[in-house]
């Protein structure tokens, strides 16, 4: 899963070995259930048989060998004897004599460092543990996964499933209880979006607007982020996100959105961006209304993966 | 032998690019596009600003002090400026810790390529060139983007035609 904590999780239709996973903000020490519902039903009613076997907590964890953070030379380095079982892009956790945070793993050096793609916030003595515990997965069943039927509504924009995972934190012994959803799909909603795309269509993104933070990675975990956006801005429509059946209109609105929110970041920062922050949002919100309020792309009203092409049932769909 | 302006501020500029600053090295130096000032555009882009700089010529070229036809010395200033977001993340005394990381930065660049570093330079540069550094700092904070900057004063010998 990539982006944010709470997102809906694609389950991919047909295609076998998937998991769903939970990230919290909390080591864990168990995962007590998951259970799958369909949304529309209460937890009393009967679980689907979505996942098999326990669920799993990720066990990579290691001690600090240095200083770490705030005030060392690179407070985004958090030096240890093996990386091993850390993986770039996931989210772990540090922590000593009551101070901790969470942080996401830039990059994984030589197996004796991981970086932060943020400078960590707090100073931690040598020997604070860092722990991807906040992390768990269970087996999605491929039985259940290639049932024609369970396949979410492809023009409902809710998510199908929702998903309870009850789990005992490493920290207090305390029981919490999560829920995350998750939708079965013939194909994943996100477009191709690379940052060169983004850059190719507002030359400079790469080199002149990236955050720093964001610089390593070309700033992916921005449009991931965008992407997000867009889909909330097609829910906000009533259109599920994976029902648009162009992956260039698609891909055009995350661009647009990208940039959006590039300078948007700039602006909340205190800068003057108020001319390309108009520009930006003109934008994306005149290729909104010209690709998806005026009904024109083809989309996928059935959930078999064809599209429909019609503007009138296009429309039906865009204005339900 | 003579060397031109472009071969000196290459050469400056990239002496800075190597170096690795003592605090924060994870964040590298990185030179600026120049599509617009440096401080115009950092204050447009506060959050991807740190330790961009530029390094631009400043005033006007003095009349030859000597000159024999083929080879004329001249001066002229040049300025170093490197952009910071004036952000809490330097330390937990924010703005103290921001000025320490902008001193820093800027006694490191002058070290490198001002009046102790300048015989570091690219052949071309420091062997018809003399760096002498005029002043460094103070740190500049505004609210949003903040300054270091690095006045160099440079006498070059140069060809009068090219």
Not at chain 1, 174 to 201: K, Q
Not at chain 2, 107 to 121: D, P, Q, S, Y
């Amino acid at each position: 899963m990539a982006g944010a904590e709470v997102s809906t999780q694609e389950i991919l239709f047909g295609v076998a070995s998937q998991s769903l996973v939970l990230e919290v903000d909390r080591p864990l020490s168990s995962i007590t259930s998951v259970s799958v519902w369909p949304t529309g039903s209460d937890d009393t009613a009967t679980a689907e048989s979505a996942t098999t076997g326990s669920a799993a907590i990720d066990t990579a964890t290691e001690a600090t060998t240095a200083e770490a953070g705030l005030g060392q030379s690179d407070p985004r380095k958090l030096a240890m004897a093996s990386t091993a079982g850390f993986v770039a892009g996931r989210r772990g956790y540090v922590s000593v004599n009551g101070i901790s945070e969470t942080f996401e793993i830039a990059r994984i050096h030589a197996n004796t460092a991981i970086y932060a793609r943020h400078p960590l916030t707090n100073a931690y003595a040598s020997g604070a543990t860092v722990d991807m515990t906040t992390r768990a997965t269970i087996s999605v069943s491929d039985t259940w996964a290639a049932l024609v039927g369970k396949l979410s509504q492809a023009a409902d924009p809710n998510p199908s499933y929702r998903v309870r995972w009850v789990v005992v934190h490493a920290d207090d012994s305390s029981t919490g209880i999560y829920f995350r959803n998750a939708d079965l799909v013939r194909y994943p909603s996100a477009p191709p979006v690379s940052p060169l795309d983004v850059d190719a269509a507002h030359p400079g993104w790469i080199a002149e607007m990236l955050p720093t933070d964001y610089r390593a990675s070309q700033g992916r975990p921005l449009i991931v982020e965008a992407t997000r956006l867009v889909r909330l801005d097609l829910w906000g429509r009533g259109i599920a996100d994976r029902t648009l059946r162009s992956g260039e209109a698609y891909a055009a609105l995350v661009i647009d959105r990208t940039v959006w929110a590039t300078i948007e970041a700039g602006g909340l920062r205190g800068a003057d961006v108020g001319q390309a922050l108009a520009v930006a949002k003109d934008r994306y919100d005149r290729r909104l209304a010209g690709l998806v309020d005026s009904p024109r792309l083809a989309i996928d009203t059935t959930g078999g993966g064809g599209a429909t092409t019609t503007k009138g049932k296009g429309k039906e769909v865009f204005t339900r | 032998m003579t060397t031109t302006p472009a071969t000196i501020r290459d050469s400056i500029a990239s002496r800075i690019l190597a170096l690795t600053p003592s605090a924060h090295t994870g964040d590298p130096f990185r030179e600026h596009r120049y599509a617009e000032d440096l401080p115009l555009w950092a204050e447009s882009n506060p959050a991807g600003c740190l330790r961009v700089f530029s390094v631009r010529w400043s005033g006007s070229t003095s009349a030859p002090s000597v000159t024999n036809t083929t080879e004329e010395y001249v001066e002229r200033d040049l300025e170093i400026v490197v952009a910071y977001p004036t952000t809490w993340r330097f330390g937990e005394m924010q703005l103290v810790d921001l000025e320490e990381v902008i001193d820093a930065d800027i006694r490191r660049i002058n070290h490198e390529v001002g009046t102790n570093g300048f015989a570091a330079l690219a052949t071309a540069a420091n062997t018809s060139a003399t760096v002498t550094t005029l002043s460094e700092g103070p740190p500049e904070i505004g609210p949003v983007v903040s300054f270091g900057t690095v006045r160099l004063h440079v006498l070059y010998s140069r060809s009068p035609s090219a």
